[in-house]
Structures are given as C-alpha cells and as structure tokens.
C-alpha cells in the first residue's frame, strides 16, 4: 500500500528543506514528534579546527499544498487555523518560527523528475513569519506570503542572521 498523498506532499517539502539547508551550510534537524514545530535550523561556527553549533536556532513549521494560489504578488494559502494560532503564540523570548510553505503544482506527476544530469523538486518553498493575535476561525485562516519571500541558501542565511541579532539584542 502506498503512503498517503499528505505524506508523499510532506516527504517531498523536507527534502527542499534538507537540500536548502545543505547549500546554505547550516544544521538542520526535524522533529520526531510534532508538537507544532516540525524542525530547526541552526547556523554553524569554526572555533579553531573544530564546528560547532552556533546556538541560535531557528524553528520551523512545513506545509506542502497544492492548494494555494498566487495573486497580486501574494501566495495566498488557507492554514490551519490551529496551527496559526500557534505560529502567533510565540513570545519574543522564544526561538522565532517561520512557516515554510512548498506549494506544489497541481499535477501530481508533476512535483518530482530525474534524470541522469538532473534531479527536480517542483514547485518552490516560501517562508513567512505570522504576528498577531490568535484567530478564532475553527479551522482556517487565510495568509498572504509575499512571493518574493522565496526559500532559498541566502534567504535562510539572512534569516538566520536576523535572528541572531534578535536573541542578542535582548541581553545587551
């Protein structure tokens, strides 16, 4: 019996994640359990001949659709309104969490081809970071992703920078 398409969408986002990770030279890890986190990113330091972690993590929670559309500039995605309650829960003392959102294409033969010179992972990943209050919505609330906000090596980087600066900036 095959997976379910759910978790064929899911496999197909960590490895965008795995592979994004790698090229940017930055430790990544997924959770076992998903308490509505699903992993962390973590940029590495050399500290003489060794590297080690540099201790300020990013979190991350993945989603893969089909089911999204871009407009006016915008991914627009209906999340789960559960998880973007507890996207907005955080307090400014936590790790950040971005959302990193593949949005494949409709067609399922479509998401994933190879070859000999080649390996493709259709479509791409988004991030967003959610502020707010939390929503009453029982089970979706709509989200507006600025398409330029494209997942990629240099994207995770700066946002692993930005959250370097956040969490030492609160104990100068």
Known sequence: ???????TE??????????LAGVAGVNYSANRYDYGIDGHF?????????????????????????????KDKR???DLEA?????????????????????CLPKKREQWHSASC????LRNCCYWHTINGVPTNNETKKRIFIPSE???????????????????ESQTS
């Open 117 to 120: 010179d080649e390996t493709i």
């Open 1 to 7: 019996m095959p997976i379910t398409e759910q978790h």
């Open 82 to 102: 559960k998880t973007y309650n507890d996207l907005v829960g955080r307090t400014a003392a936590e790790s950040s969490v971005i959302l990193i959102l593949l």
């Open 10 to 19: 899911e496999s197909l986002c960590f490895a965008h994640i795995y592979a």
């Open 149 to 167: 906000q494209l997942l990629t090596p240099a994207s995770l980087n700066q946002l692993l920078a930005l959250e370097r600066e956040r969490r």
């Open 42 to 70: 973590i940029p590495v330091k050399q500290r003489g001949s060794r590297f080690i972690d540099t201790g300020f993590p990013l979190d991350y929670q993945a989603k893969a659709t089909v089911n999204w559309e871009l």
């Open 75 to 77: 991914i627009v995605y």
